[in-house]
């Protein structure tokens, strides 16, 4: 078959690229072994150097909800390609699917392009700070929005002060103005509001909190953020990056029934190449350059071929019954795995928002990021090779969501309940 192993591979990556991957966890420092290298996906599969398959619930790390390599994408991007890569000046298709996230999510009565989340995390945060003219925001703990330094900030000793660095680079100066809440703590909320709450430019979360673990937001948290970003003139921010066009049709915006001043979104919107998008009420927008003095800019911005494969992907989750079928497929698998669980003896639970889900060794879904840390790293750990054996790709961390596609069919969906079953025998 190939002349080359993972091993092989995961080497001499090592000798190029720190640490042999070009994003973290893709390394399985988490869970130890040998990271698998992808030669193809197809549906909802991927295959490895090895020619080894697997039924994929990374998907991307959330991208693909139309599955590997759709041929409907993959026509898209070849047509948009013929063209030309990138011209570094407006086209029509960006208007096609920036009219296509409008209208499938009204709150973005403008928004703009960048080349991936973290562009659009961070230049949200700058047009809030431009148009308050204020400089604090609040984030949650476990929740990820990318690596802009203001956002690399964990809690401070205490609650209600100002953070810390959680990575080297990033000087104290900038996390200072970054204020680390619990999530889905509504009291410790109000109280930092009460406190700072006139000094606060932007609160940003993630409405389904899919960074650690799958942990979703209760209504009344987020109703509760709502209240009182608009109390106190602070912009409310939704990094809907992962939740966007997974939780719903519409977001996790219109699934809690709550307006956002800004929101960003990344991943599905892309259909698996680099797009991020940022945009919200219309005199907010209206701060950015050129119309505004807010500065937010990008070569590869709006390029041609990556709002060919956002554009296709978003048509694709409009068809009759897509998201019904793909939701009920993702319930059916979390279903399943909570009656294994429970069978087994052992402390496994699943839930699920839409099509993301999360994995948990605890007895029940946690509610906190203190909960979801409480989980039996170790079981997950084998758990996760276990199914890697079988052919079951799950993300290479405990606290990490899983994705489905409409690729996933219910003979995956047995499957890889079979394989659960038999990697908790012990
Ligand atoms: C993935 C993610 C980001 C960062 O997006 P990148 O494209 O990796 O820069 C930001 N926010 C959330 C919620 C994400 O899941």
Redesign the pocket.
């Known amino acids: 078959m190939s002349s080359t192993s993972n091993e092989l591979l995961f080497e001499r990556a090592q000798g190029v690229i720190p640490g042999g991957v070009s994003s973290p966890v893709r390394a399985f420092n988490a869970v130890g072994g040998t990271p698998r290298f992808i030669t193809r996906g197809k549906g909802a599969r991927v295959w490895d150097a090895e020619g080894r398959s697997y039924i994929d619930y990374v998907l991307s790390?959330?991208p693909l909800i139309a599955g590997h390599a759709h041929p409907a994408v993959i026509e898209a991007v070849e047509r948009a390609a013929r063209d030309g890569l990138s011209f570094g000046m407006p086209t029509e298709i960006e208007i096609e699917l920036a009219e296509a996230i409008r209208t499938a999510v009204p709150s973005l009565e403008r928004l703009r392009f960048t080349s991936?989340?973290?562009?659009a995390?961070m230049s949200a945060l700058r047009l809030a700070r431009g148009f308050t003219g204020r400089s604090r925001i609040i984030k949650f703990e476990g929740?990820?929005?990318?690596?802009a330094d203001s956002l690399l900030v964990k809690a401070g000793s205490g609650a209600l002060t100002f953070g810390n660095p959680s990575s080297a680079g990033v000087p104290a100066e900038v996390a200072q103005h970054t204020l680390v809440l619990d999530f889905n703590d509504t009291q410790q909320l109000a109280d930092a509001f009460a406190r700072e709450g006139d000094h606060i430019a932007a609160v940003i979360v993630?409405p389904v909190a899919?960074?650690m673990n799958l942990v979703p937001g209760h209504p009344e948290f987020l109703a509760a953020l709502r209240r009182l970003c608009s109390a106190h003139g602070a912009v409310l921010i939704f990094?809907e990056?992962?939740s966007g066009f997974r939780v719903h049709p519409g977001g996790a915006q219109a699934l809690y029934g709550i307006t956002p001043d800004l929101t960003?979104f990344?991943?599905v919107v892309g259909g698996g190449m680099?797009v991020?998008v940022f945009g919200g009420r219309r005199d907010i927008m209206a701060c950015i350059a050129p119309q505004g003095p807010v500065y937010q800019a990008g070569t590869l911005s709006g390029n041609p071929v990556a709002m060919a494969a956002g554009l296709a992907t978003l048509k694709l989750t409009r068809a009759v019954g897509f998201y019904e079928r793909l939701f009920a497929a993702t319930r059916e698998l979390t279903d399943g795995l909570n009656a294994i669980g429970a069978q087994s003896g052992h402390a496994l639970s699943a839930a699920c928002v839409g099509s993301m889900f999360g994995l948990y060794f605890s007895a029940r879904p946690p509610g906190r990021f203190s909960e979801v840390m409480a989980a039996d790293r170790v079981r997950f750990n084998r758990f996760f090779h276990r199914m890697l054996e079988q052919g079951v790709h799950l993300a290479p961390s405990a606290f990490e969501a899983g994705f489905l596609s409409s690729a996933h069919d219910p003979a995956d969906i047995a499957a890889t309940l079979a394989a659960a079953k038999t990697a908790l025998v012990d």
């Open positions: 790390w959330g991936s989340g973290t562009e995390t929740c990820y929005h990318g690596h993630e899919g960074n990094d990056v992962m960003t990344g991943k680099p991020g």
